[in-house]
């Protein structure tokens, strides 16, 4: 069994596969009731591909999004980033590779409210390897007129692109989304997906994007539905739209 | 049906929410009350065993020593207005050689009636028996000493009196209100080995010294009515034809001026260090609820919504502030009560009760209590006031973000060479200056606590090296039982050991000036002396002026004069001669308030030619026992002091004492330190804690994380460390004025050392409660931050 996975997984990298997972199980125990967030979840995701998580709420997608982004393990299970397991790491090398590997992008935005948007990317670029200086992150998201500007002093919109800028600016291998435009207004939405699409076209970052909003699923490269802690069902996407003729 | 409201229920879920930086809060107000009825509490066990044992054994009002005087005049003194009872006995020096104890050692022999005991300053008898009448070498010897030594009844030593040898046997083991603090001649601490007081029978002592039908010692007890300085001006002039040295109130007598000095010390403790406590835990609070009440704004608008009043909101979060106080006030009561056992039990290895009567004032407990309770509402009020204020509808909107705009401070931040994350240290520092305030002002106070009690180490220092190395480098000092010739020095110098020999005159006297007047010794000194030297204000040394008076500055102060001043000298020995002399120099001293003359000068004034009453020896060390046991031979000399065995003692008696004092400041103002820095610690945690959570999302590993928190915490507080030490010297300048008395002046002396020391145990403390909150961050929940929203 264990033979077979292995094989699969080197089979994997060879034909481009950036991350995989193999039968990922998530229990919270919370003493008196045991909810399972994941109850085996396999899959593989190539470089450079742009997957929608669509699912309600609970189904299980964020439980799986912690995990894949070194937030959270699983209970059972094993997730390969690069041949290497990353459900074996310690929390040293789980910081390392959400250093190094990863970009994040939440609902909520998190930008640190002490400095500004050039500041707020250059507090990742400081720590990153080879990464794309400040100003030229925030010009790819359209902010270079306001990177001197603090959050306070920013729309949730611009605040969003602030946050897709520090989220690149490190040329992540891989970019999770979380709800990304949940807190914002169609049309603010839709310049925050427009950055998304750019930076998965123009960086090759492989981009994942939690949402309950079915149209931002014709932007995705594959649809996986979730449904009570599985993958439901891939849906392969023959064309991706543009952000600009998503509608919802 | 349930006891507890609901709000009620939500002020106890707060506050065990709230545990850590409830108990942090609640330490620190403990510190404060366990001072005051520490200090409160050892000064009513203090004042309680005092006064039992001056009222079960009558100490008295007024004492005065005379040359000689027929008994027949005590009746005078009892027809003085407002004196009730007067009693006259005999009292002297003498000096003791004990076996298998080579250092010189001294009594002071007080006569007790031939029959039955004394009316005044009676021996409280511990056991044994009275000194038969017909048997002179019978005595009661004083307990402490008796137990230095391991005497038991029936043991005998030798003693020098009056130049002749006695074997005396102890009888009776007793002690006095008059020696609680028993300090023997020429020293500066109580020394059991080397001094101790015994009772003896009048008749015996009229013997030794040639004192039939005479008295040289008299106390008086004063009526309700009697006006003491009066008594004491009619005493002075009935007992000035037979040689009186001035009578003196009980204030005035030595070992009951010990005490009340370090009663007002207690005093003076309670009034200055908890305020400083409380003033802190006031800071604290404030901060703690403004936080609390930022996060609970939308259940604040809920409450509001519900119909709870505005007077409701407040008190809540008042209540909050009490319990946490009242949480402080308990474990203060407990520990101040242990700390004020401990300090009665210290007290009572110095002071010679023969009970320590352990009481709690109960004023200490209310008047601490009320104290804290103050500054708990005074530290809640303005928070409280401000919850009560909110709108329902404003209150459930959540706050908006903490709003950074671009100032020109931010402005010229953002071109500094920082990385970011000390951007943010140094933003969040200038955007919440009041909280930083707090924390500064906490840890100042802190370490002004530290210095302004440890630095009395440093005074003490001070005040033995001038005396040991300085003022008294003398290895012995002698006391002639009567001034004396000065061919009495020649012989000093025949004795084993002595290198040299340097006379000195001590004369008692009343010194005026105008209406003041205070007794002192006046000290004549060659004006080339070595071995007993006097200071300027620059602590040099300098010779004794040829013409006038020296005066301490203490005893300057108290006689309100300056160099130029003429005073008025009654000398109250030999012939009494009244001087008119000027002050012409001031010395620094430390211990009691003496006056300085040259000592031909001081002769020529006495008309006695050349005199001397002691002298300051120079010795061979390696000789010093041949020395002792050859001087307590010769038959002038009424007391012997080793300079050697001063400082031992000094060392034996005060290195526990320090030690203990040290550990408690040490550890109470290590405990402000911790509990403020560990509250700003906590409060930035939990306001920041979804950014420092994003921060570890985004790959800071917890070490960096902790950089931006505790980063803020070190610069204030090494911001708070130059502060303090500013208050800190400030703080001691005020103990030091308060503690000082005419016994003792403090100098006020802060070491480079003691600031060193102080600002270790505060960083010790801070970084120590740091470190116990950054490990939160290892715990904090990342993924909670992908979905709230602040």
Known sequence: ???????????????????????????????????????????????????????????????????????????????????????????????????????????????????????????????????????????????????????????????????????????????????????????????????????????????????????IADMADRVFRFKDGRIDSIEIVGRRRKPSEISW | MSFISAIDRKLIRDLIHLKGQALAVSIIVACGVAIMVMALGTLSSLQQSQETYYDRYRFADVFATVKRAPDSLARRVREIEGVRVAETRISRYATLKIEGFNDPANALLVSVPDFGEQILNRTLMHTGRWPDAKRPDEIVASKSFVDAHGFELGDQLTAIINGRARLLTIVGIGDSPEYIYTLGPGNLLPDDKRFGVFWMRRKALEAAF????????????????????????????????????????????????????????????????????????????????????????????????????????????????????LLGIVMGFGFGAMLARLMTNLYGDTFRFPVMIFTFSKSSFAFSAGAAIIAAVAGALNASLSAARLQPAEAMIPAPPESYRRGPIQKFSARLPFDEPTRMIMRHLVRWPGRGATTLLGVAAAQALLIGTLFMFDSLDVMLDTFFERTDPYE??????????????????????????????????????????????????????????????????????????????????????????????EILEGRRPTIISPVTAMVNEYISSPAYMNINRLNQHLFEGEVVSGAFIKLDPSQSDQFSKAVLDRPVIASVTLQSAAIKSFEDTLEDTISIMMSIYAVIGGAIAAGVVYNAARISLTERGRELASLRVLGFTRHEVSYILIGELVILVLLALPLGCLFGAALAYVFGQAMSSELFRIPIVIEPATYGVCALIVLVAAIGSAVLVSRRIGQLDMIAVLKTRE
């Open chain 2, 476 to 569: 012995a000092m002698v006391n002639f039982v009567e001034p004396i010739g000065s061919n009495a020095i020649e012989e000093l110098k025949d004795l084993p050991g002595v290198i040299s020999v340097e006379a000195s005159r001590t004369v008692a006297a009343k010194i005026r000036h105008g209406p003041r007047f205070e007794r002192a010794g006046i000290i004549g000194l060659p004006g080339n002396a070595v071995y007993k030297q006097i200071l300027n204000e620059n602590d040099e040394v300098f010779p004794v002026p040829e013409e006038g008076l020296t005066l301490s500055s203490q005893l300057a102060k108290m006689l309100d004069v300056g160099i130029g001043d003429q005073l008025t000298l």
């Open chain 2, 210 to 325: 040639d004192l039939n039908g005479a008295f040289n010692d008299i106390s008086l007890v004063l009526g309700r009515n009697a006006k003491p300085n009066s008594v004491i001006d009619e005493l002075d002039r009935i007992l000035a034809p037979y040689g009186g040295l001035g009578a003196y109130l009980k204030e005035d007598q030595l070992s009951n001026a010990f005490i009340e000095s370090e009663m007002n010390q207690l005093k003076n403790m309670a009034k200055i260090i908890p305020p400083v406590f409380l003033l802190v835990s006031a800071m604290l609070l404030n901060a703690l609820l403004i936080r609390l009440i930022a996060t609970e704004r939308q259940q604040i608008g809920l409450l509001k919504a519900f119909g709870y009043t505005s007077p409701e909101i407040a008190w809540h979060y008042v209540k909050l502030a009490l319990a946490i106080t």
């Open chain 1, 1 to 215: 069994m264990n033979i077979r996975r292995n094989t699969n997984i080197a089979e994997a990298i060879d034909d481009g596969t950036l991350i995989s997972a193999r039968g990922l199980t998530k229990v919270y125990d919370t003493g008196e009731v045991k909810v399972h967030a994941l109850r085996g979840v396999d899959l593989d995701i190539k470089n450079g591909e742009l997957i929608v998580l669509l699912g309600p709420s609970g189904s299980g997608k964020s439980t799986l999004l912690n995990i894949l982004g070194g937030l959270d393990r699983p209970t059972e299970g094993e997730v390969i980033f690069r041949g290497e397991t990353l459900t074996d790491f310690s929390d040293a090398r789980m910081t390392k590779y959400r250093r190094h590997h990863v970009g994040f992008i939440f609902q909520f935005y998190n930008l640190v409210p002490s400095l500004t948007a050039r500041e707020n990317v250059a507090l990742v670029t400081e720590i990153a390897d080879d990464p794309i200086a400040p100003d030229e992150a925030l010009d790819m998201v359209g902010l270079a007129d306001r990177m001197h500007h603090f959050p306070a002093e920013l729309s949730g919109g611009e605040q969003q692109r602030v946050a897709v800028a520090r989220a690149i600016a490190k040329r992540p291998e891989i970019l999770f989304c979380d709800e990304p435009t949940g807190a914002l207004d169609s049309k603010t939405g839709v310049h925050v997906l427009e950055a998304l699409e750019d930076v998965n076209r123009r960086l090759g970052a492989t981009t994942l994007i939690i949402t309950h909003n079915v149209g």
